[in-house]
């Protein structure tokens, strides 16, 4: 009765401007994934969970477009995946209550990202407790069997499952109404920022895949380094910029520029970090020129973006409306 094809499904929050980390971190398999489960992918922009931190209309308005503008630019194929505003899709907060009255404290009480926040000072509010059952909602709402995220959100997508499970059990005799969806970890390793730390928005460590130019060579020079003069050999092991390089280049061309920093030559000419940094500008600038144009064209053309996002979110807000009717039902709202 509930019979669903194989769907993938993610969230992404618009607190900032994307960068690498978030590129080779999630955009890239996400965008991957829409030629494995073409018509089958969705992936939404979190902006009701924004909300939990983000008071400000126009830099959540700003954000939002900025990470549609992301996904499209780097080959997200509206054809073949759904891209939608979480909040375009307002079933999502009655499934929301549906859940929390299943579920009891102590599991949210064990939640990571809501035990490292408190730790860190904040103060939390009521939605930034409830945090886990509004992602769960929003990831049951679409049935969705496989949900690609970070290490960090996996805590998230096992309480979905237990939530699942406990609304099916207690309002549906044990029926699936709601999927049990699995999470899949994305494969990439953190990707290092300028100063060797994580790459983050909240570091202020970041590089974008859309700068280019000055304004990249620039930001790209700002990587940490150790003082090593021009013209003596480079230590590979620990070095951020080789680090980065890595991302772009084959296990060849990197044996190459390793082979460059021992030597402190490439092409008979000396070898220093200045030149690495150039190389890495230059990986970035060419892996991402399409993308950059891209991104020039939906800032150029607000109206496409809204125009796909409108088409995501009656496409998405169909799956919904279709699994809260069967909530209802099972719950005896109808
Ligand atoms: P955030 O903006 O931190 O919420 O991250 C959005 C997505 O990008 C999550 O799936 C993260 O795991 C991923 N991500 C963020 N920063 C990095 C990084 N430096 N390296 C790898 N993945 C990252
Ligand atoms: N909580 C996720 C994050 O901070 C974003 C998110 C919200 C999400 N809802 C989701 C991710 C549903 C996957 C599925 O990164």
């Given amino acids: ?72 630019a780097l080959g997200l194929d509206p054809q073949r995946a759904t891209l939608f505003r979480q909040s375009d899709v307002p079933e999502v907060t009655e499934l929301t209550w549906f859940l929390a009255s299943v579920t009891g404290m102590g599991l949210l009480e064990r939640a990571h990202a809501y035990k490292d926040k408190i730790a860190r000072g904040m103060k939390p509010n009521v939605g930034l407790f409830l945090y886990p059952v509004l992602m769960a909602a929003d990831i049951l709402a679409y049935r969705p069997s496989l949900v690609p995220v970070g290490k960090d959100q996996m805590q998230h ?52 895949m859309f700068d280019s130019g000055k304004a990249l060579r620039k930001r790209v020079g700002k990587i940490v380094t150790d003082s090593t003069p021009l013209g003596e050999p480079l230590k590979t092991e620990g070095c951020h910029v080789l680090g980065l390089l890595g991302l772009f280049k084959t296990n060849a061309e990197l044996d190459e520029i390793k082979t460059n920093y021992r030597t402190a030559t490439r092409n008979g000419q000396p070898f220093g970090y200045g030149h690495a940094k150039q190389l890495l500008a230059e990986a970035i600038e060419t ?48």
Avoid: W
């Fill in 287 to 334: 892996r991402f020129d399409a993308a950059r144009q891209r991104h020039a064209h939906f800032t150029a053309h607000p109206d496409e973006l809204d125009a796909i996002l409108a088409r995501g979110a009656e496409r998405a807000r169909g799956l919904a409306r279709q699994t809260l009717q069967d909530c209802k039902k099972a719950c005896g709202l109808r």
């Fill in 1 to 72: 009765m509930y019979a669903t094809p194989d769907r993938t499904l993610s969230g992404i929050q618009p607190t900032g401007t994307p960068h690498l980390g978030n590129y080779f971190g999630a955009i890239e398999q996400h965008i991957a994934l829409q030629d494995q489960y073409p018509g089958e992918c969705f992936y939404f922009i979190a902006d009701y969970h924004a909300l939990t931190t983000v008071h400000d209309g126009d830099t959540l308005r700003a954000n939002v477009r900025e990470v549609a503008r992301t996904y499209l």
């Fill in 157 to 208: 997508v096992e309480m979905t499952q237990d939530m699942a499970t406990y609304f099916n059990q207690a309002f549906a005799g044990g029926e699936p109404v709601l999927r049990r969806p699995e999470g899949q970890l994305s494969s990439t390793p953190v990707v290092p920022g300028l100063d060797g730390q994580k790459m983050s928005k909240s570091y202020g460590n970041t590089i974008s």
